[in-house]
């Protein structure tokens, strides 16, 4: 038998204890008035006047409350302990040792009200054991029936609710796996006109201005990068020299929006061919860089150093903290979800350490190029 299951099941119990007192109550109650309705028409007049005193007494009272208090925990306990070993599938000594637990609570109870309210009935133990225990037995019978007929539609109620859930979480995530199918055909559709357009401005531009139209024909190559790297992906992972490149685009692109007050420096050691990363990880440390970092410092730069060995990827990003006058938008997931991403990829074999000194802040992250 486990014991811990057996705990854990009576803090959440499958069978409340007051349920079980309304039961009890209820079956008092119809015993009590079958027992008025018989004492009230006893021929014998003096029996029946005695038999009625004692019933309306408050000692019979007190005993009926003790019966209830004492037959509702019984039950509240058997209930459970035997729906937790059925549950459980627990062997057959599990079973045998818990039911003969629950026979001599029985008769512990049992002999408990009579040595106080019945002291005859108490005796019979002693004068008539085997009639004693053969109504017992019986009584344990009717015990048992009633716990396996109890705990055999609690468990088919349990099966048929569990199986509505299924039904309904089956049919919830089809409903969402046809919503998903139905965004990424708009996230095909919508991307590519964006593409297209930003080339047709780009056309445009260029007998305008040659860094307009420089900015528009990143921003495009930045947006194809986005919307289909996806069909590159080996494992969920993507050549580590396109993303490199895309992490470049995003920095010269945040390069127009400053002019000469842009000092970013991105350093790169090592050679990335064959090697392979998952996408939008490194331009996450470089997005929060850009967004929060001071860029118009040229004495303190923004620096992201890149360091590629057979093994490992290094990737370093440090800013001196911008000083805000405002609230920056953000959504607070960026970090988070990259997290989230990297764990479910490289489990415990990558290192991300964030340093922040009040003036600089240092993102070090490091991912294993090799047998991943």
Request: proline share 3%; charged share 20%; hydrophobic share 45%.
């Amino acid at each position: 038998m486990n014991f811990a299951d057996i705990r854990q099941q009576l803090k959440n119990p499958r069978f409340s204890f007051w349920k079980m007192a309304g039961v009890v109550f209820g079956v008092q109650f119809i015993i009590n008035g079958l027992t008025l309705y018989t004492n009230y028409n006893l021929p014998d007049k003096a029996i029946r006047i005695k038999f009625l005193n004692w019933q309306m007494s408050g000692e019979y009272l007190r005993q009926q409350l003790m019966s209830l208090i004492l037959v509702s925990a019984l039950g509240f306990l058997a209930l459970n302990i035997f729906y937790t070993l059925t549950v459980k599938k627990a062997g057959f000594k599990s079973f045998c040792y818990a039911a003969v637990m629950g026979v001599l609570v029985i008769i512990l109870i049992d002999q408990g009200i009579n040595y106080f309210y019945y002291r005859d009935t108490f005796r019979q133990i002693f004068t008539a054991p085997v009639t004693y225990f053969s109504d017992i037995f019986i009584g344990v019978i009717i015990i048992a029936i009633a716990l396996l007929i109890t705990i055999k539609i609690a468990r088919a109620n349990d099966v048929t609710i569990r199986n509505k859930a299924l039904e309904l979480l089956n049919i919830k995530l089809e409903l969402e796996k046809k919503e998903a199918d139905y965004e990424l055909l708009k996230a095909q559709i919508n991307p590519h006109f964006l593409y297209n357009s930003l080339n047709y401005l780009y056309a445009r531009a260029l007998p305008v201005s040659d860094k307009l139209a420089d900015g528009i024909l990143t921003l495009a190559e930045i947006m194809k990068y986005s919307f289909t790297n996806q069909e590159n992906e080996v494992n969920g992972k993507v050549l580590l020299n396109d993303e490199i490149n895309y992490v470049e685009k995003v920095i010269a692109m945040n390069a127009l929006r400053f002019s000469d007050h842009y000092h970013v420096e991105f350093r790169k050691t090592g050679n990335p061919d064959a090697h392979r990363i998952i996408p939008f990880v490194l331009i996450t440390i470089v997005e929060n860089a850009l967004k929060y970092g001071e860029v118009g410092d040229k004495n303190q730069p923004v620096i992201f150093d890149l360091t590629i060995s057979h093994e490992e990827l290094h990737f370093a990003g440090i800013n001196k903290k911008r000083k805000l006058t405002g609230p920056v938008p953000s959504t607070g997931l960026g970090i988070s979800n990259m997290m989230e991403r990297l764990k479910k990829i490289y489990n415990d074999r990558f290192d991300m350490k964030v340093t922040d000194t009040g003036d600089v802040y240092t993102v070090n992250l490091k991912i294993p190029l090799s047998g991943c």
